[in-house]
Protein backbone atom coordinates (compact mmCIF):
# COMPACT_ATOMS: atom_id res chain seq x y z
CA UNK A 1 0.00 0.00 0.00
CA UNK A 2 1.20 4.09 -0.36
CA UNK A 3 1.52 5.76 2.55
CA UNK A 4 0.97 9.03 2.98
CA UNK A 5 2.69 11.48 5.28
CA UNK A 6 1.31 14.97 6.13
CA UNK A 7 3.18 17.23 8.42
CA UNK A 8 3.00 19.21 10.55
CA UNK A 9 0.11 17.09 12.33
CA UNK A 10 -0.87 19.90 14.10
CA UNK A 11 -0.18 24.04 13.26
CA UNK A 12 -1.13 26.96 15.21
CA UNK A 13 -1.84 29.70 13.34
CA UNK A 14 -3.46 33.49 13.49
CA UNK A 15 -6.18 34.80 10.57
CA UNK A 16 -4.57 36.68 7.84
CA UNK A 17 -1.58 33.53 8.36
CA UNK A 18 -0.43 32.12 5.41
CA UNK A 19 -0.23 28.59 5.75
CA UNK A 20 1.24 25.54 4.15
CA UNK A 21 1.03 22.13 5.08
CA UNK A 22 2.76 19.23 3.04
CA UNK A 23 2.01 15.34 2.24
CA UNK A 24 4.68 12.94 1.21
CA UNK A 25 3.76 9.82 -0.65
CA UNK A 26 5.67 6.73 -0.17
CA UNK A 27 6.16 5.96 -3.87
CA UNK A 28 5.37 8.41 -6.79
CA UNK A 29 1.92 8.70 -7.71
CA UNK A 30 2.19 11.37 -10.43
CA UNK A 31 -0.41 14.05 -9.46
CA UNK A 32 -3.22 11.95 -7.91
CA UNK A 33 -3.50 13.54 -5.21
CA UNK A 34 -6.47 15.31 -3.37
CA UNK A 35 -6.77 17.44 -0.57
CA UNK A 36 -10.23 17.54 2.11
CA UNK A 37 -11.05 19.77 4.99
CA UNK A 38 -12.98 18.26 7.73
CA UNK A 39 -14.68 20.41 10.73
CA UNK A 40 -15.51 18.48 13.85
CA UNK A 41 -18.80 16.01 13.58
CA UNK A 42 -18.96 16.75 9.66
CA UNK A 43 -18.08 15.00 6.61
CA UNK A 44 -14.82 15.72 5.01
CA UNK A 45 -15.38 18.39 2.19
CA UNK A 46 -13.28 17.99 -1.28
CA UNK A 47 -10.68 21.53 -1.75
CA UNK A 48 -8.27 20.50 -4.45
CA UNK A 49 -8.13 17.41 -6.63
CA UNK A 50 -5.34 16.00 -8.88
CA UNK A 51 -2.75 18.20 -6.94
CA UNK A 52 -3.91 21.64 -8.15
CA UNK A 53 -7.27 22.18 -9.48
CA UNK A 54 -9.93 23.75 -6.95
CA UNK A 55 -13.11 22.11 -6.36
CA UNK A 56 -16.10 24.35 -7.06
CA UNK A 57 -17.59 26.53 -4.66
CA UNK A 58 -14.06 26.48 -2.93
CA UNK A 59 -12.65 30.21 -2.15
CA UNK A 60 -9.31 30.73 -4.22
CA UNK A 61 -7.08 31.31 -1.31
CA UNK A 62 -7.17 27.98 -1.23
CA UNK A 63 -4.59 26.27 -3.42
CA UNK A 64 -2.42 23.11 -3.89
CA UNK A 65 0.54 22.02 -5.66
CA UNK A 66 3.24 19.25 -6.57
CA UNK A 67 3.61 16.05 -8.19
CA UNK A 68 5.73 12.61 -7.52
CA UNK A 69 6.10 12.00 -4.38
CA UNK A 70 6.13 15.76 -2.18
CA UNK A 71 2.24 18.13 -2.19
CA UNK A 72 1.32 20.73 -0.69
CA UNK A 73 -1.61 22.31 0.42
CA UNK A 74 -1.40 26.33 0.95
CA UNK A 75 -3.97 28.60 2.47
CA UNK A 76 -3.19 32.13 1.19
CA UNK A 77 -4.86 34.09 4.10
CA UNK A 78 -6.20 32.40 7.02
CA UNK A 79 -10.09 33.01 7.40
CA UNK A 80 -11.76 31.70 10.80
CA UNK A 81 -14.22 29.39 9.28
CA UNK A 82 -10.44 27.96 7.59
CA UNK A 83 -9.69 26.44 11.15
CA UNK A 84 -10.06 22.56 10.69
CA UNK A 85 -8.16 19.12 10.30
CA UNK A 86 -6.96 18.77 6.36
CA UNK A 87 -6.29 15.05 4.66
CA UNK A 88 -4.06 14.32 1.54
CA UNK A 89 -5.28 11.27 -0.26
CA UNK A 90 -3.72 9.71 -3.27
CA UNK A 91 -5.73 8.65 -5.39
CA UNK A 92 -2.71 6.56 -7.71
CA UNK A 93 -3.77 2.69 -6.93
CA UNK A 94 -6.04 1.08 -5.13
CA UNK A 95 -6.13 0.86 -1.58
CA UNK A 96 -6.67 4.59 -1.92
CA UNK A 97 -4.88 5.99 1.37
CA UNK A 98 -5.42 9.28 3.27
CA UNK A 99 -2.37 10.54 5.77
CA UNK A 100 -3.25 11.37 9.07
CA UNK A 101 -4.26 14.70 9.02
CA UNK A 102 -3.10 18.23 9.51
CA UNK A 103 -4.98 20.17 12.92
CA UNK A 104 -5.19 24.00 11.73
CA UNK A 105 -5.61 25.63 15.01
CA UNK A 106 -6.20 29.36 16.25
CA UNK A 107 -2.68 31.27 17.71
CA UNK B 1 -28.75 18.14 -5.95
CA UNK B 2 -26.09 15.29 -5.16
CA UNK B 3 -27.32 13.24 -2.19
CA UNK B 4 -25.95 10.13 0.01
CA UNK B 5 -27.03 9.37 3.50
CA UNK B 6 -25.86 6.43 5.16
CA UNK B 7 -28.35 3.78 7.09
CA UNK B 8 -27.70 0.83 9.30
CA UNK B 9 -27.48 -0.25 12.92
CA UNK B 10 -26.22 1.83 15.51
CA UNK B 11 -24.53 -0.75 17.99
CA UNK B 12 -23.22 -4.10 16.85
CA UNK B 13 -21.89 -6.83 19.11
CA UNK B 14 -19.04 -8.69 18.01
CA UNK B 15 -18.53 -11.80 15.91
CA UNK B 16 -21.61 -10.37 14.09
CA UNK B 17 -22.08 -8.80 10.70
CA UNK B 18 -22.39 -5.51 9.94
CA UNK B 19 -24.63 -4.16 6.87
CA UNK B 20 -24.69 -1.04 5.88
CA UNK B 21 -26.80 1.19 3.11
CA UNK B 22 -25.84 4.00 1.07
CA UNK B 23 -28.97 5.47 -0.61
CA UNK B 24 -27.76 8.07 -3.49
CA UNK B 25 -29.82 10.66 -5.51
CA UNK B 26 -29.40 13.47 -7.72
CA UNK B 27 -26.76 10.73 -9.82
CA UNK B 28 -27.90 7.52 -10.87
CA UNK B 29 -25.68 4.13 -10.06
CA UNK B 30 -25.20 3.33 -14.02
CA UNK B 31 -23.28 6.81 -14.72
CA UNK B 32 -19.63 5.33 -15.96
CA UNK B 33 -18.34 8.43 -14.84
CA UNK B 34 -18.93 7.95 -10.93
CA UNK B 35 -19.24 5.63 -8.05
CA UNK B 36 -19.57 5.03 -4.70
CA UNK B 37 -16.82 4.28 -2.26
CA UNK B 38 -17.23 3.71 2.06
CA UNK B 39 -14.86 5.33 3.84
CA UNK B 40 -14.65 5.21 7.67
CA UNK B 41 -13.64 7.06 11.00
CA UNK B 42 -12.73 5.60 14.09
CA UNK B 43 -12.86 8.51 16.67
CA UNK B 44 -10.33 11.26 16.96
CA UNK B 45 -8.39 9.03 13.86
CA UNK B 46 -7.67 9.60 10.73
CA UNK B 47 -9.67 8.59 7.58
CA UNK B 48 -9.65 5.20 6.15
CA UNK B 49 -10.72 4.26 2.53
CA UNK B 50 -12.60 0.70 2.82
CA UNK B 51 -14.05 0.12 -0.55
CA UNK B 52 -15.29 1.15 -3.92
CA UNK B 53 -18.20 -0.07 -6.52
CA UNK B 54 -18.65 1.41 -10.22
CA UNK B 55 -21.05 1.35 -13.10
CA UNK B 56 -19.43 -1.93 -14.12
CA UNK B 57 -19.69 -3.76 -11.15
CA UNK B 58 -16.01 -3.48 -10.68
CA UNK B 59 -14.77 -3.93 -7.35
CA UNK B 60 -11.57 -2.83 -5.21
CA UNK B 61 -10.98 -3.25 -1.30
CA UNK B 62 -8.85 -1.87 1.46
CA UNK B 63 -5.99 -4.81 1.63
CA UNK B 64 -6.38 -5.59 5.34
CA UNK B 65 -10.18 -5.74 5.43
CA UNK B 66 -10.65 -7.48 2.12
CA UNK B 67 -11.19 -10.80 3.35
CA UNK B 68 -14.50 -9.13 6.05
CA UNK B 69 -16.02 -6.75 3.40
CA UNK B 70 -18.27 -7.54 0.25
CA UNK B 71 -19.79 -4.10 -1.61
CA UNK B 72 -22.59 -4.20 -3.85
CA UNK B 73 -25.17 -2.07 -5.66
CA UNK B 74 -28.62 -2.09 -6.60
CA UNK B 75 -29.36 0.48 -9.15
CA UNK B 76 -32.83 -0.05 -9.54
CA UNK B 77 -32.82 1.48 -5.74
CA UNK B 78 -29.84 3.66 -5.87
CA UNK B 79 -28.22 1.98 -3.06
CA UNK B 80 -24.90 0.60 -2.51
CA UNK B 81 -24.88 -1.75 0.38
CA UNK B 82 -21.38 -2.21 2.43
CA UNK B 83 -21.31 -5.75 4.41
CA UNK B 84 -18.15 -6.35 7.04
CA UNK B 85 -17.90 -10.10 8.83
CA UNK B 86 -16.86 -10.75 12.09
CA UNK B 87 -16.88 -7.31 13.95
CA UNK B 88 -14.79 -5.93 16.81
CA UNK B 89 -14.38 -3.38 19.42
CA UNK B 90 -11.71 -1.85 16.98
CA UNK B 91 -14.25 -1.48 14.08
CA UNK B 92 -16.67 1.24 16.26
CA UNK B 93 -16.08 4.55 13.30
CA UNK B 94 -18.09 6.93 11.97
CA UNK B 95 -18.80 5.05 8.10
CA UNK B 96 -18.85 7.32 5.28
CA UNK B 97 -20.21 7.12 1.72
CA UNK B 98 -18.86 8.93 -0.71
CA UNK B 99 -19.10 9.72 -4.79
CA UNK B 100 -16.00 8.73 -6.39
CA UNK B 101 -14.79 9.93 -9.92
CA UNK B 102 -13.94 6.91 -11.77
CA UNK B 103 -11.32 8.50 -13.53
CA UNK B 104 -9.05 10.21 -11.36
CA UNK B 105 -10.71 8.89 -7.93
CA UNK B 106 -11.24 11.72 -5.99
CA UNK B 107 -14.41 11.97 -3.51
CA UNK B 108 -16.66 14.71 -4.31
CA UNK B 109 -19.51 14.23 -2.69
CA UNK B 110 -20.09 12.69 0.91
CA UNK B 111 -22.61 11.63 3.35
CA UNK B 112 -23.13 12.45 6.79
CA UNK B 113 -21.75 9.44 8.24
CA UNK B 114 -22.99 7.39 10.69
CA UNK B 115 -21.37 6.16 13.92
CA UNK B 116 -21.07 2.30 14.27
CA UNK B 117 -20.02 0.85 17.81
CA UNK B 118 -18.97 -2.57 18.36
CA UNK B 119 -19.96 -3.67 21.83
CA UNK B 120 -20.87 -6.53 24.16
Redesign the interface.
Known sequence: DIQMTQSPSSLSASVGDRVTITCRASQSISTYLNWYQQKPGKAPKLLIYVASNLQSGVPSRFSGSGSGTDFTLTISSLQPEDFATYYCQQSYRTPYTFGQGTKLEIK | QVTLKESGPVLVKPTETLTLTCTVSGFSLSNTRMGV?WIRQPPGK????LA?IFSNDEE????SLKSRLTISKDTSKGQVVLTMTTVDPVDTATY?C?RI?ST?????Y????TLVTVSS
Open positions: SALEWHSYSTFADMAYFDWGQG
